[in-house]
């Protein structure tokens, strides 16, 4: 249990990457779902567990979680069984919570996606 | 060519291309008024009731207005209330007087707010955002404002809305205390090419707390980040897709508050192709085109608004769009209002584009939207949120 929780990485939204997430992808926006999904999402679950904590920001715009949770199905970067064995999504910020149900939403949708294909 | 030029060539271009469509099915007629139309400024029969020439028969220049009205000059009359909720069609109307006579390069000498009496936030922001073309057509005019024709209470609307400043007007002073009106916290315009949208998110943010400072009470910043900052997303994605490079492409945010009836007002507008076309000829709706076509129902403007604001899904618990995880967008819009009850109930979710119109309210009964076809059609995307504190 403890060695679980030595290897989790955890990133908070807010304080890691920025406070006013926007856009879908990098052309648009430095602080986009793409660039967290790319710069910082696939390298850290490359490396082992994951834990997204969503607190610590203005709010989400639903094209940034989507490009997120549901990107990282699409790109493939890792196996969805690997997916749901690392990544965990989660909000330390009650009032974020439906926030990260709505990201975990999308990236069931993007795995349920993936397998009727 | 660059700046309003540009704007004016590709505006042509596009009924030039219209025109030969219109040639190609074999409708001369059609294709004549068009052209017609294109070449030569005309008031129809239904707009004279908004807009006169100076030559015409009966005009009276308005007492105290200096300078010399040309033959042909064209004076705009603004109604006594100007209000989409309340008649849609005449202010729609007078600004698409007021586009086309921008377009066909038609001088406009006078505008005549002597008769105003009422006009609603959503309509004096789209009005200041034609201020704005129309202080750039001409620029080689000089302005003036008759503001002593003004009743005070409008004076004082255009005053904190910051009309004078887009015009480049001396400020007047007002008396009105503005009891029972509406007030405004000003009119922000953005470009779309010099500022970037990682910017928007810390000037939502900004927003908010002025918001927050002008009305006294907390809003909840977690819906409304997600709806505003959705709307303004969408303009950068799709509201100037088609545009030349170097045209100017805009979007306004304007704020009113009114204190009698407690109502937080936050109206976002751009000039671009609207949503209804922009959806209705990507691969995303299709799929929905097709199957409303083979129904043999009208794949309207106001059908697409429709579909774009609802959130369904599909079996696969995909949305409508054929492109995973898109499609998202204007249910977040929505948001603001139906996922979150600031005070009272009766807040409201009011959206034009082009030929449609969509509306949300949340009511003691239940929560709904529908959408609508609007006879005249307005430029671009206005959305406003109307919310009860």
């Known amino acids: ?117 | 060519m660059r700046g309003w030029r540009l704007h004016r060539y590709v505006e042509r271009k596009r009924h030039v291309v219209f025109c030969r469509k219109l040639l190609r099915r074999k409708n001369r007629a059609k294709a004549k008024d068009r052209f017609r139309a294109l070449s030569q400024f005309r008031l129809g029969k239904d707009e004279f009731e908004y807009a006169v020439f100076a030559n015409s028969k009966g005009f009276q220049k308005p007492d105290g207005v200096a300078g010399n009205f040309q033959s042909g000059d064209l004076i705009i009359k603004m109604p006594q209330v100007m209000d989409f909720a309340k008649n849609y069609s005449k202010a729609a109307k007078i600004f698409q007087i007021f586009r086309r006579a921008l377009l066909c390069r038609k001088r406009i000498a006078y505008i005549d707010f002597s008769k105003m009496k009422e006009i609603s936030p959503a309509c004096i922001t789209v009005l200041c955002c034609y201020a704005d073309l129309w202080k750039r057509h001409s620029q080689s005019h000089r302005l003036r404002a008759c503001t002593w024709t003004w009743r005070p209470g409008i004076m004082k609307q255009f005053k904190e809305i910051g009309f004078f400043e887009i015009l480049n007007l001396e400020v007047p002073d007002c008396t009105d205390d503005g009891q029972g009106e509406k007030s405004f916290m000003g009119l922000r315009r953005y470009f779309v090419d010099s500022m970037e949208l990682e910017s928007v998110g810390k000037e939502i943010k900004a927003i908010r707390h002025e918001i927050e400072n002008f009305v006294g009470r907390t809003l909840n910043r977690l819906v409304m980040y997600q709806s505003v900052s959705e709307a303004i997303t969408n303009i950068y994605q799709h509201a100037y897709s088609n545009a030349t490079k170097s045209l100017s492409k805009k979007w306004w945010l304007s704020v009113s508050y009114d204190k009698n009836d407690a109502e937080l007002g936050i109206i976002v507008f751009d000039h671009g192709l609207g949503i209804p076309n922009t959806m209705g000829n990507s691969s995303k709706f299709r799929k929905y085109r097709d199957i409303f076509l083979k129904m043999k129902t009208k794949w309207s403007e106001a059908k697409r608004l429709e579909l774009a604001f609802e959130r369904k899904r599909n079996r696969h618990g995909r949305l409508r769009s054929k492109l995973e995880g898109r499609g998202n967008g204007c249910g977040d819009i929505v948001e603001l209002i139906s996922n979150c009850r600031h005070g009272r109930e009766g807040s409201s979710l009011f959206v034009v584009s082009s030929k449609a119109q969509y509306r949300y309210v949340d009511t003691d009964v239940g929560r709904r939207g529908a959408a609508s076809a609007n006879d005249v059609a307005l430029q671009g995307t206005l959305i406003e949120w109307k919310i009860k504190l």
């Open chain 1, 1 to 117: 249990m403890e060695n679980q929780a030595i290897e989790e990485t955890v990133i908070v939204v807010g304080r890691d990457f920025t406070d006013t997430p926007i856009g879908r992808y990098k052309k648009e926006s430095r602080y986009s779902g793409e660039a967290f999904r790319d710069d910082f999402l696939v390298p850290a679950l490359q490396k082992g567990k994951v834990c997204v904590d969503l607190a610590c920001v203005e709010g989400y715009g639903s094209s940034f979680l989507e490009e997120v949770f549901g990107g990282i199905v699409r790109i493939h970067a890792l196996s969805n069984q690997d997916l749901k064995e690392r990544l965990r999504i989660i909000s330390s910020d009650v009032a974020l919570k439906p926030f990260a149900d709505r990201a975990i939403k999308y990236l069931n949708d993007a795995i349920a996606a993936e397998d009727v294909k």
